[in-house]
C-alpha cells in the first residue's frame, strides 16, 4: 500500500494492455498510480488530483499527446510530462518537449528506461516544488510587516518614513530582537534606490573574513581564495547596505568603512580601488557613545553614521501590541504548519501581556510558533506556554488591600497599578479592565 505522500503517475494509454502493465510496473516502485485512456479522461483526473508525473502516449485518438501537454499547462502546471513514442516518430517526441515535457522514452518500452526516467521526472517536480517554497519563504521574510500601534513604534516609524527619500546614513538602536532588520527594510522599501537590500549581521561573521566579506577579494589574496568574490559593498551599489551590530567592527575595518562613506571608494583584498553608491543603515545593541570613549569604536565613524538615529523599542515598551503580534504570528504559523487558523484564550493573552519579554519580539515568535507546533486543540492555552511566562504573570499583578479599605481607594489603587503594568498606556489599561479610557482618566486625575 504506498503512502499519501509517494509520488503519484498518472499514466495515459488508449491501449488497455499498456495501462494495465505500467499500473504494475510503478505499483512495485512503491507509486501512487493512475490511469486514463484519453486525453480528456487525463484532464478530468488532473482537475481532482494530485499529479506529480504524467507519462502519457503521443499517438491517442482525439486528443493527441502534444495537445494533452499544452492543456496541461493550465489544468496541472506543476505536473513533470514523460512522452510514450514509437518508433518513427523522434520529430514529434523533440516536438513534445518544446512544448514542455520533461523527456520521452521509446516504445517499446523497457522496464528499467521507464522506471529510471519516471523518477527522475518526479525529484524534478519534487526539486522545484521545493525551490518554489523557499522561494515563497524568502519573500514573506523579507515582507514581513512591522506589527503594532503603540506609541513608542509609532513614533520609531515616523522617524523611518521621514528619513526613507533621503541619503542620509542611519542608525538603528535597540535591543536584540526588537526587529531592527525589519526596521530597516521599512525605510529601503520606501527610498527612492533602484538597487537591492543586503543585510550583514556582523556579529555572525569570524573576524577573520568580515573585511573580504564587506570588501570583497580577488583571486589568489589569500590562502584559500581560489577565487574571486565581489563584496557585499559592491552588492549594495545602488541600494542599501545593512550592517547589523555594527559594534561589532575591528578597528581596521573600521577605517576602511570611513573610507567608503567619505569617498565612495573602497579596495578588496588583494585588488585595486572599486567605487560604490549606497545608503548605509547600521544597527547596534551596544552603546556606541561609551565605545567611543572607551577608544574601541572611531569618533568619526560614529557620527558619520550617526546622521538619523532611531530607537526600535522594546515589546515591554509596547505591551499593547502583544495582542496584535499574537494574532499575527498565530496566522503566520497555522498557515506555515498546514493547521486551523488557533484562537487564544483570554488567560494565555492576559499571560503572554503581563510578561516582561526579555527578549523582545523575536522571543513572543519563538513562543507562539512552538504553541501552535505542539498544540493539539485550535485555541492556545495557558497550558500551551512556557513555565516562566504562567509564573510570571500568576505574581505581576497581586495587590492586597485591608479590611475595610474604602472601595474608591480600592479602584484607584487598582486602576493605578494597571497603568503601571501597561506602562502608561491607558487604552490598554482600559481594555484590560473592562472599563472606558475615560472612566480612567477621570479616577486618575
Given at each position: 500500500m504506498t503512502e499519501p505522500s509517494a509520488t503519484t503517475v498518472l499514466v495515459v494509454d488508449d491501449e488497455p494492455s499498456n495501462l494495465q502493465s505500467l499500473e504494475r510496473i510503478f505499483g512495485k516502485e512503491d507509486m501512487r498510480v493512475l490511469t486514463a485512456g484519453s486525453g480528456r479522461e487525463a484532464l478530468d483526473v488532473c482537475r481532482n488530483h494530485r499529479v506529480d508525473v504524467v507519462l502519457t502516449d503521443l499517438m491517442m485518438p482525439g486528443m493527441s499527446g502534444i495537445d494533452l501537454i499544452k492543456a496541461l499547462k493550465t489544468v496541472a502546471p506543476d505536473a513533470e510530462v514523460v512522452v510514450m513514442t514509437a518508433y518513427g516518430t523522434i520529430e514529434t517526441a523533440v516536438e513534445s518537449m518544446r512544448e514542455g515535457a520533461y523527456d520521452f522514452v521509446e516504445k517499446p518500452l523497457k522496464r528499467m528506461q521507464i522506471v529510471k526516467t519516471v523518477k527522475k521526472a518526479a525529484e524534478r517536480h519534487a526539486l522545484v516544488a521545493e525551490n518554489r517554497t523557499l522561494k515563497e519563504e524568502l519573500s514573506a521574510l523579507k515582507n514581513r510587516p512591522i506589527v503594532g500601534s503603540s506609541g513608542t513604534l509609532r513614533q520609531a516609524l515616523e522617524t523611518a518614513q521621514q528619513a526613507a527619500p533621503s541619503s542620509a546614513n542611519v542608525l538603528i538602536l535597540g535591543e536584540s530582537g526588537t526587529g531592527k532588520e525589519l526596521l530597516a527594510r521599512f525605510i529601503h522599501e520606501r527610498s527612492q534606490r533602484d538597487g537591492t537590500f543586503v543585510g550583514v549581521n556582523l556579529a555572525a561573521l569570524p573576524e577573520t573574513i568580515v573585511e573580504s566579506e564587506l570588501f570583497g577579494h580577488e583571486k589568489g589574496a589569500f590562502t584559500g581564495a581560489t577565487s574571486r568574490r565581489e563584496g557585499r559593498i559592491a552588492q549594495a551599489d545602488g541600494?542599501?547596505?545593512?550592517?547589523?551590530?555594527?559594534?561589532e567592527l575591528t578597528p581596521a575595518v573600521q577605517v576602511k568603512l570611513l573610507r567608503v562613506l567619505q569617498e565612495g571608494e573602497f579596495e578588496p583584498v588583494g585588488g585595486?580601488?572599486?567605487?560604490?553608491?549606497f545608503r548605509l543603515i547600521a544597527a547596534t545593541n551596544r552603546n556606541l557613545e561609551k565605545a567611543v570613549e572607551a577608544g574601541s569604536f572611531r569618533e568619526d565613524l560614529y557620527y558619520r553614521l550617526n546622521v538619523i538615529a532611531i530607537t526600535s523599542p522594546r515589546l515591554a515598551d509596547r505591551s499593547g501590541d502583544v495582542p496584535l503580534l499574537v494574532d499575527h504570528f498565530l496566522e503566520l504559523y497555522c498557515?506555515?504548519?498546514?493547521?486551523?487558523?488557533?484562537?487564544?484564550?483570554?488567560?494565555?493573552?492576559?499571560?503572554?501581556t503581563g510578561y516582561a519579554w526579555p527578549g523582545n519580539v523575536r522571543e513572543l515568535e519563538n513562543v507562539i510558533e512552538r504553541a501552535v507546533v505542539l498544540s493539539k486543540d485550535d485555541q492556545l492555552t495557558p497550558e500551551d506556554l512556557p513555565g516562566q511566562i504562567i509564573r510570571a504573570e500568576r505574581h505581576a499583578g497581586d495587590l492586597t488591600f485591608s479590611i475595610g479599605t474604602p472601595l474608591e481607594e480600592i479602584e484607584r489603587r487598582v486602576i493605578r497599578a494597571t497603568l503601571e503594568h501597561t506602562r502608561g498606556d491607558k487604552q490598554l489599561a482600559?481594555?484590560?479592565l473592562g472599563i472606558s479610557a475615560r472612566t480612567i482618566y477621570r479616577k486618575v486625575e
Open positions: 541600494g542599501t547596505l545593512f550592517l547589523d551590530e555594527i559594534g585595486t580601488t572599486q567605487r560604490a553608491t498557515r506555515k504548519n498546514g493547521k486551523p487558523r488557533m484562537t487564544v484564550t483570554r488567560e494565555a493573552l492576559d499571560a503572554l482600559a481594555q484590560l
